[in-house]
């Protein structure tokens, strides 16, 4: 099964055929397009070698420019789309873009293999208006490896290109970009060859997106598709028929609303990052340490649930908090509260030719504390060992209510239930001895990121910290350097 993708390159109308889906942006470029400043790295989306700055149309004449790994992007998924690669940076009169001159300016670059994502990295910061704030700047930069310049210039150089302000030469050529590319699909409006394959469908309304899977229940649904990218590229994987949600906006909205948050099961980590930051920053925390702002720019919080990983992050915070999924199928739909919505390893609620619509994640009363806490290996950009996430309710010295849920100490992310029962009523003091009812919920498994020992005295450990953290506000319980 073959599919045609229409999108621009740098600016240039492309129609590229008989395109396979496990094929990726990566693959397209240096194979297809011999655009070989794009490079692979790891295939897995953690290095940055690969970034590429990917265009959606918006509706003010131009694009919504975003950082991405195009070596975890399926080719098929930037129909309608603009591509930017190091290619398309500099002017007409080759000029470069001041990402590009001010890594020159600031010695940015030895080996120069990195550079090219890192400057896609940057450019998409300039396009996005992103100030110069250096947390920021860490943010853009977090998901681009250099092995042997030193961040230092690099960061340098990136906030010299902030202080230079927005480059209105690309302005100018944004805008005659998104007329071709306008003229590009109004020429293949209404031909099938736009999505011609059986086995790959690009749904515009829910209702459709009901009958494909009512019609074709086995079919996988493509949101970020950041772990089926990697399946793809690492492994040759052949993902079978697909329903890509791309261009389904109603699973992208996220309300806040007098009762809580509704999150649109396709919206990306990094749009729900600021609705986070607002009502549950400990969330965000977490969030921001999931992947990086190239993953997060196509990951989806609906994905990372319907995955079912039993050491996927956003588990945690979400049982804590007492979200619920709102699952729809061409029969309606029905709420489900999540810690209902695993099943078993890698096994969910949804019935055949259901999927997750939105998630509804409930505020918080006032003076409730929520934790968040992951541990892994490598403290950004990895996968947990145990991750965890708690809401205590405190009345004078005493907890009054606790949910408590943990990651990576069960076939599922689930609710720590014996713990939760010993919370209520205690005090802060006994903090040892609530920890140890633990090992009343979880019987954990040994793996290569950690043991069945190390995991319950690490969850167990968690449980001290927020307790800990809760009782003596101003004790660090971290320690930083620069």
């Not at 293949?188 to 019609?215: H, S």
């Amino acid at each position: 099964m073959t599919v045609t993708v229409r999108f621009l390159l740098n600016g240039k109308q492309r129609i590229a055929r008989a395109v396979e889906p496990t094929r990726t942006v990566l693959q397209h470029l240096r194979v297809h397009e011999r655009a070989l400043g794009t490079k692979e790295g790891c295939a897995e989306g953690d290095c940055g070698a690969c970034t590429v700055a990917l265009g959606r149309p918006n509706g003010e004449g131009g694009f919504d420019f975003r950082a991405v790994n195009s070596c975890i992007l399926l080719t098929a998924e930037i129909d309608g789309c603009a591509i930017t690669s190091v290619e398309g940076l500099a002017d007409a009169e080759d000029r470069p873009h001041p990402a590009q001159a001010k890594l020159v300016e600031h010695h940015g670059s030895q080996c120069g293999y990195c550079t090219p994502g890192i400057a896609m990295s940057l450019f998409a910061h300039e396009r996005e208006g992103r100030g110069g704030a250096l947390d920021d700047i860490h943010q853009t930069l977090s998901g681009n490896l250099c092995r042997c310049t030193g961040y230092r210039p690099i960061i340098d150089a990136a906030k010299d290109m902030v202080a230079c302000g927005r480059s209105v030469d690309f302005d100018a050529r944004e805008r005659q970009w998104r007329e071709a590319l306008d003229a590009l699909i109004a020429e293949g409006a209404g031909d099938k060859a736009q999505i011609d394959i059986a086995g790959y469908e690009v749904p515009t309304e829910l209702k459709d997106l009901d009958r494909l899977l009512a019609k074709h229940p086995e079919a996988r649904l493509l949101a970020g598709g950041t772990d089926l990218g990697v399946a793809v590229a690492k492994r040759a994987e052949n993902p079978g028929p697909l329903i890509s949600l791309s261009r389904l906006n109603a699973l992208k909205v996220i309300e806040e609303g007098e009762a809580g948050v509704v999150i649109g099961a396709g919206a990306t980590y990094e749009k729900a990052l600021p609705v986070l930051d607002r009502h549950f920053p400990a969330f965000a925390d977490i969030v921001r340490r999931i992947g990086s702002r190239q993953v997060r720019n196509l990951a989806t919080i609906g994905g990372n649930i319907c995955n079912a990983s039993p050491i996927g992050d956003s588990a945690p915070c979400l049982l804590a908090l007492n979200a619920e999924v709102v699952l729809r199928s061409v029969e309606g739909r029905r709420m489900v509260p999540l810690d209902k919505f695993f099943i078993a390893y890698r096994k969910t609620a949804l019935k055949p030719g259901e999927y997750l619509e939105a998630i509804h994640v409930p505020y918080m009363r006032e003076g409730d504390v929520f934790r968040a806490y992951k541990l892994s290996k490598r403290y950004d950009q990895d996968i947990s060992t145990v991750s965890a996430a708690f809401v205590l309710r405190m009345s004078d010295s005493k907890i009054a209510a606790a949910r408590a849920a943990f990651g990576g100490m069960a076939a599922t992310p689930a609710r720590a239930v014996a713990l939760e029962k010993a919370l209520v009523g205690a005090t802060l003091e006994r903090s040892a001895e609530l920890a140890a009812q633990l090992g009343r919920d979880f019987k954990p498994l040994s793996d290569f990121r950690g043991s069945a020992t190390y995991r319950l005295a690490a969850g167990s450990g968690l449980v001290e910290r927020l307790l800990a953290e809760v009782a003596n506000k101003d004790v660090p319980t971290e320690v930083w350097a620069l």
